[in-house]
């Protein structure tokens, strides 16, 4: 089966491809070389002035585990008042803020992702948040372990025990829970909220360990590195959402030292105490340290205004902001040995100082960041926004005239906190290509996905270029998951089930010894009933499991 | 012009979700644009026009000449006018009202006048469980308006009731006033168990002696002068609630199981 897509203005970063036009050929799932001419094609469509990129990927968003079925079983109105009925094709739905899963991947799949990460999937609830992405179709999923607070690691910090250790506890919970990557929330915080503490800052110990959130965060950055993980280490930092907390952020880069770091939903953690109300804008200092930093990238979290909800593993955080819930009601739970999670429905409103100047916060980060390679397109699903505000998103960026319009609405007292009229910037096709696909493929370490070049999968989106890029990127003329057309003029006509992708770094099995006295001496269930198998990830054959390439164990060369 | 009348051609087989004909929702649409209405029944999807005859056509005056129990959401998120059911209605009658009259003549399902916040409904007939209650998931019941039974209520009458008044002239079934936030209900008739079980704000007025559990305490017998006050702003209520004219009652305070700021008035007559 060969098929051809002819004549469309492709953007294909990876290869430095921008606005060419140029064929397109896929086999059997994936994109080929230009085939003899003497072959067969079976079909062609002809995309002549259309926009030709690949599947767009998410990298960072709440789409399964624990947190997302709380919010759902939190929130009955949040249901209620956005149904989705069934169609021939699709099953029925609900919900605007957390969808459930098969709308989830139905909405993903018509604004032409192909692909979506989740970013707090807790290890010992692994298997639930497998179970639930494994239900979300039309895309490709996979999850980020989350470390960092759990007992058993920072009781290995606490002991000194050598790196190499410490590395083979993170590659077995890498495999154990089928990751991608390793997360980091509040490092060492939901933790130090179990004893008692409500704000962990970077040197500050935690009373019980001893152990700093700079301690985590170095030796996590370490291990994820000289694991050969592609996926740098995730890192939601410590004081999220707290006036000021500009510096701690700054203070994290500092502290990995040179390894690889991803900071993710940045936006949160861009806030200075300038101002009259002691808020005010961190974003250039951010931006600037980024642009430094090559180390570093980020994606950004960008709020948006509207009804939404909060959750996170961010224990302390939601403890926080539990007040400020709208409507008011909250959870916030520990789980197990291994974190915490809270639960926070939130509202973000127009004419409120602070919500106005997170918006503009967010977008100030977005366009001060020099390197769209290593800046991304993220609300932090749902707690930003709901990942369906993500066209929205984009016009913002690409039109300036739309944003300093949208601006001009806001707050008053936060226009004059910040400086984004001021900046000129707006965003290409090629630039929103490399945030949301080849960027976002190389950052998560999936090597077939993101570009469009001879061997890779064939996820292709289509749109229909339009001056209005809201209206464009809400609704693509064609989307192609693995070579089959899965949504046409923005509707699905064929429903796939995708695939997971994890990484399996090499690491020490003996380490297990250690691991299993733990599990038998303080946890609920025995290690080996803790690990996700790979029939449970495929579901029958429904689904597959892809197994990104790591680069094996590697040496800091810096 | 008269008033705009539905006429159920059959009695239907599955659930009609009647909230699309409502005055405010009917406002300016033509004869033809209301047979084309789209109603769920169901699973299926189906014009106005293939389940009702429709005759008339002032929409601030709406008839269902022969409702029946099938018939949910009627008056749902209603603003103004008035509609009048002759026969029964389904779940959820007047849900989410906010202005406008509703009077059935006949019996309502569960789940009538819940998350209304404005205006009467007045049921000539029973009303089924769960009257001016919240719906699962929701916090609050009945949110303020007038609701009157002139028959009896099912059980967990008034349940997370906000505000407003509902007055039962039958008989209410078992925890009436449950969880009762504010507002005030009234019940002629006899009450089941556990009446203002874990009611933390809100006042019920009861007529027969009631079986109360251990967290209402008994304040004693009572001269209330605002009961006169409450009694005049009756007098015009079209039912027996207009006859009231005692200040004399027995006051129970509770739950105290859940704040204790409720309180039970049994009158002796």
Known sequence: MLTKLSGGTVYDPAHGINGKVMDIYIRDGRIVERPRDDERIDHEYKLGGKVVMAGAIDMHTHIGGGKVNIARSMLPEDHRHDPAAHSGLCRAGCGHAVPSTLTAGYRYAEMGYTAGFEPAVLPMNARQAHLEMGDTPMIDKGGYAMLGSDDLFLRMLAAKKDQNAINDYVAWTIAASQGMGIKVVNAGGINAFKFNQRFLDLDEKNSHYGITPREVLKTLSRAVYELGVPHPLHVHGNNLGVPGNVETTLNSMAGVEGYPMHLTHIQFHSYGVEGDRKFSSGAARIAEAINKNKNISADVGQILFGQTVTVSGDQMSQFRNAELGSPRKAVCMDIECDAGCGVVPFKYKDQNFVNALQWAIGLEIFLLVDDPWRIFLTTDHPNGAPFTSYPHLIKLLMDKSFRNDVFATLNADAQTMSTLASIDREYSLYEIAIMTRAGAARLVGLHDRGHLGAGAAADITVYTDDADREKMFAKPDYVFKDGQLVVRDGGIVKVVWGATHTVRPEFDRSIEKEIKTYFDKYHTIKMEHMKVGDDELEDGGRSRVIVQECKGRREKTA | ?269
């Open chain 2, 1 to 269: 012009m008269s008033a705009l009348t539905f006429t159920l051609k059959k009695i239907p087989q599955q659930r009609i979700d009647c909230a699309p004909l409502t005055p405010n929702m009917l406002a300016g649409k033509s004869a033809a644009d209301i047979g084309a209405i789209l109603l769920q029944s169901g699973n299926e999807t189906l014009r106005a026009d293939a389940l009702f005859d429709i005759s008339g056509d002032n929409v601030a005056e709406i008839v269902f000449a022969n409702g029946c129990d099938k018939l949910d959401y009627i008056g749902a998120a209603m603003q103004s006018g008035r509609i009048t059911i002759h026969g029964d209605a389904g779940w959820y009658l007047g849900f989410r009202k906010k202005g406008g009259d509703i009077v059935l003549r006949g019996n309502a399902g569960d789940f009538a006048a819940s998350g209304m916040t404005g205006g009467l409904l007045h049921i000539h007939g029973n009303a089924g469980d769960f009257l001016a209650a919240a719906i699962p998931g929701d916090r609050k019941g009945m949110a303020g308006g007038l609701v009157i039974v002139t028959g009896n209520a099912g059980d967990r009458a008034g349940d997370q009731m906000r505000r407003g008044i509902v007055l039962i002239e039958g008989d209410a079934g078992d925890y009436c006033a449950s969880r009762m936030i504010a507002g005030t209900i009234g019940v002629l008739g006899a009450t089941g168990a556990y009446p203002g079980y874990g009611m933390k704000r809100g006042t019920l007025l009861l007529f027969k002696p009631p079986k109360l559990h251990a967290t209402l305490q008994d304040c004693g017998m009572h001269t209330l002068p605002f009961l006169k006050l409450m009694a005049k702003s009756f007098r015009d209520l079209p039912g027996k609630f207009a006859h009231l004219d005692q200040t004399r009652a027995r006051r129970y305070a509770g739950d105290l199981a859940n704040d204790g700021k409720g309180e039970i008035l049994v009158f002796s007559n």
